[in-house]
């Protein structure tokens, strides 16, 4: 499998973001964004065991403003320990990945301190009895991904039905409203996004998640624009110096 590249940084919301979660002019204008965001509804769906998500996977809806189609996504992650990219291609390999061709998506997403492989397979379904600007219920939502599961996550580990007998079971973790712009840094297409997480489980008042990425075809690529980006972000203060666990967060707190 070739895996590309997404550099994902983490912004310190008290640097960046002006009232009403909308971006600071100093932002916008370092990073070339002069259109308005999209706007983003997401969820995860799993057991309260967290029976997916404990075997590396994450089901996920996406609502995006102006599309048409409701986005699927299941993604599996493997942890790339002291930056051993083809230790965890290995590991994806032998679980079997690299034979299902170019069905699922290789991408080493890159943060502030560690790697991870993440291979993904994404799937649409129509919306049309959603409300379109809202996401599906739970029944819906189970519907919708256990009838688009791929095999590799439908039989996990050659356990027949694992995955969608999971989602049988499982339940809405989120929504989460977030908001996407698009810019440009140094002539490569830049990425900030804005999620809004409950601030802790059982609390339902939220706070922004600030994240900035970007997307190169080659390891040597990726790593000279993230060096960069890192350089300037320090600079200007507004790099929070951890990484980007937007998945995590969502299956703590919800």
């Known amino acids: 499998m070739e895996p590309n590249f997404e550099v994902k940084l983490l912004l310190k919301p008290s640097e960046v973001l002006a009232p009403e979660n909308e971006l600071a002019s100093k932002l916008r204008s370092a990073f070339g964004i002069t259109t308005s965001a999209t706007q983003i509804g997401v969820q995860f769906l799993d057991s309260d065991e967290k029976i997916i998500y404990n075997a590396g996977w994450s089901p996920r809806i996406r609502k995006i403003q102006d599309e048409s189609d ?43 301190q560690k790697m991870t492989l993440s291979i993904s397979r994404k799937r649409s379904a129509s919306d049309e009895a959603c409300c379109k600007t809202s996401l599906p219920t739970k029944k819906m ?28 079971v499982s339940r809405i973790f989120g929504p989460i409203e977030a908001k996407r712009w698009t810019g440009n840094w140094k002539g490569v297409d830049v990425y900030v996004e804005v999620w809004m997480i409950f601030r802790e489980k059982g609390v339902t008042e939220t706070v922004p998640l600030v994240e900035v990425s970007f997307r190169m075809e080659s390891a040597t690529e990726a790593a000279a624009g993230r060096g960069e980006l890192i350089v300037f972000l320090r600079e200007n203060d507004w790099l929070l110096e951890q990484d980007s666990l937007k998945t995590q967060l969502v299956m703590e707190r919800y």
Do not use: H
């Open 70 to 112: 409701l986005e699927l996504t299941y993604k599996k992650r493997y942890a790339i320990t002291g930056n051993d990219v083809d230790a965890a291609l290995q590991m994806a390999s032998d679980d079997g990945f690299a034979r299902e061709g170019k069905k699922f998506k290789a991408q080493i997403e890159w943060g502030c």
């Open 141 to 168: 939502s189970r519907d919708m991904l256990v009838s688009e599961a791929p095999d590799k996550f439908k039989d996990w580990q050659d356990v027949k039905n694992w995955g969608t007998n999971a989602l049988e």
